[in-house]
């Protein structure tokens, strides 16, 4: 089965008219929906779809709250950008979200135009999300074809380390850290000693070593 790459937007809101509203905006420019009634129906939904997205979601819901649902998403580890929907007397709600990392927040009755502005740069971001993310998983594996010594090598080096104090911390000669060196250098996909230390940086956070 194909995977599909089309953006796909998920609406989450208890007003079935305002959902069709939104069906039929989206679907007006090209980008796929899938409307929930509440943030349950959304979770029961079976796959993680793999296009760039973004969620649309009303601040008050019945059942978990949309600001709820929100630090649900975060705990998770779902980054997926959120659109707030709110009402004129919800703004403090809505300056919330806004801490708590939501992109943007539209009050009912809003504008079609900035509802699809709003949701252009959700899905924007998400798209360069995914990119980065693409790019340290690559980075990761690049990692991972590292033998036991070069991972040990690596993390002197850029430490600032010299091959001669390396040698030294390892019980080994220099020139074999030499090797190990150019070898994963060579494995990491850079040239200089700052290209290492930005990839290595960029890696530590997700080491467990």
Avoid: W
Avoid at 33 to 54: I, M, Y
Avoid at 73 to 95: C, E, Q, R, W, Y
Avoid at 102 to 120: E, H, N
């Amino acid at each position: 089965m194909a995977v599909l790459t089309t953006p796909i937007v998920y609406v989450v809101d208890d007003d079935v008219h305002l959902r069709e509203a939104l069906r039929n905006l989206f679907e007006s420019v090209g980008i796929r929906v899938e409307l929930f009634g509440s943030t349950a129906e959304l979770l029961a939904r079976p796959a993680k779809v793999s296009a760039e997205s973004c969620l649309v979601l009303d601040i008050r819901l019945p059942g978990v709250s949309g600001l709820d649902f929100q630090n649900q998403l975060a705990k998770l580890g779902n980054n997926i950008p959120i659109i707030f929907m709110t009402g004129h007397g919800d703004v403090p709600m809505s300056v919330r979200a806004m801490k708590a990392g939501a992109i943007d927040f539209l009050t009912k009755p809003f504008r079609d135009q900035d509802m699809l502005d709003a949701v252009s740069n959700a899905l924007a971001l998400d798209r360069s999300r995914r990119a980065n993310e693409g790019e340290l998983s690559a980075l990761m594996a690049r990692y991972e074809s590292l033998t036991s010594r070069e991972r040990e090598v690596i993390a002197l080096v850029t430490s600032g380390l010299m091959n001669k104090q390396i040698a030294g911390e390892l019980g080994v000669s220099e020139i074999t850290v030499k090797i190990h060196r150019g070898h994963l250098m060579e494995k990491m996909g850079v040239r200089t000693l700052a290209e290492l230390v930005k990839a290595y940086e960029a890696l530590r956070p997700g080491l467990n070593t």
